[in-house]
């Protein structure tokens, strides 16, 4: 007989990671120390609910520097920024504040070595995401593109033997091992990344969604459909067995029917979420019966990032607290466990 329980399988980790932690932090610790208005070039993270929530404080998001009037406060986002934009931040006098996450700078470090050493620079990523566009931009002449799988078939190189491969940090983790697979088949000697690129909060992530995926007539994320690693877990839940899948912002975009002869939903959400929307379709959930949660843990999780050096020196000098906070500001993160 088959089993007509309703209940919520609540992945765990999920939510924030520590560098949208840091940057998220970082625009709250800006504007309490300078006031308002504080610059944001592009959004701080994707997430549509953190940014309108920072925008009320007094955060102003623009696309490109010169958007921010001279002498003024920006911020660089977690994504980060390829090296022209300091340079146009320089020239416009801006105090500058870069958010960017310290695994992105990682993967920025390493295509600086690469490309000093003269090799070509295989970028697995997304065209047109910030992040590609911030890492492309630290060595353009040395870096191509390459946006999954089948755009294998489209790579050159000019020396076979000096090839090395760096990806975007919040793919999917299937998808990125079979381009390396087919980029391998057409250059042998082709090298990976001294470290892994794909941060571990998307790979622990899309483990605990795979983990439980099979078990889900129904996984809902979490998520902005701007968020590169929240739409990889809609698609990894598919790929492992959820009959379906679909990526909400808030609870109230949630359709009743596709509850509809569901007995098993799972709820992750991407590492750009705040705890609270996750709390929010939860609530949603147990309103319709599904409240039966129970927890299924795919990794610990106790990695935190110092805030970064102009702002930790500033906070010092105002004699504030320059420690991390994870609740309590501006973007109510909360837990749930």
């Known amino acids: 007989m088959a089993d007509t329980r309703k209940r919520v399988l609540l992945a765990a980790p999920r939510g924030y990671c520590a560098g949208v932690d840091r940057a998220v932090v970082t625009v709250e610790r800006a504007l309490e120390l300078y006031g308002p208005p504080v610059y944001v070039r592009k959004e701080i993270v994707h997430n549509k609910h953190v940014v309108t929530t920072l925008q009320k404080h007094g955060a102003v998001f623009v696309d490109e520097t010169d958007e921010v009037p001279e002498g003024a406060t920006v911020v660089f986002s977690a994504h980060g920024v390829a090296p022209v934009v300091h340079d146009e931040a320089r020239a416009l006098s801006l105090r500058t504040i870069d958010a960017t996450c310290p ?164 709820v992750t959400s991407g590492a750009s979420v705040p705890e609270i929307l996750v709390r929010g379709v939860l609530d949603y959930l147990a309103a319709r019966g599904f409240d039966d949660v129970s927890a299924v843990t795919a990794a610990q999780e106790s990695l935190v990032f110092a805030l970064p050096n102009e702002i930790r020196r500033d906070l010092k000098a105002a004699g504030m607290s320059d420690t991390m906070r994870h609740d309590g500001g501006f973007v109510e993160s909360g837990s749930l466990h």
């Open 103 to 266: 695994l992105v700078t990682k993967v920025h470090r390493e295509a600086v070595r690469f490309a000093s050493s003269d090799y070509d620079i295989l970028l697995i990523g997304h065209e047109g995401h910030e992040e590609v566009v911030g890492t492309a931009g630290e060595a353009p002449e040395h870096i191509q593109l390459v946006d999954g799988p089948d755009d294998v078939a489209n790579v050159s190189v000019r020396d076979p033997e000096k090839v090395v491969w760096l990806s975007q940090t919040t793919l999917s983790v299937d998808e990125t091992m079979e381009t390396v697979r087919r980029l391998r088949e057409r250059f042998p000697s082709l090298q990976d990344p001294p470290s892994d690129d794909i941060c571990y909060a998307t790979q622990n992530r899309q483990l605990a969604v795979r983990q439980m995926a099979a078990d889900c007539d129904l996984m809902i994320v979490v998520g902005s459909r701007n968020s590169s690693n929240s739409v990889r877990l809609v698609e990894v839940a598919l790929e492992h067995g959820s009959r379906a899948g679909h990526l909400v912002d808030y609870a109230d975009e949630i359709d009743a029917a596709w509850l509809e002869g569901v007995s098993t939903v799972g």
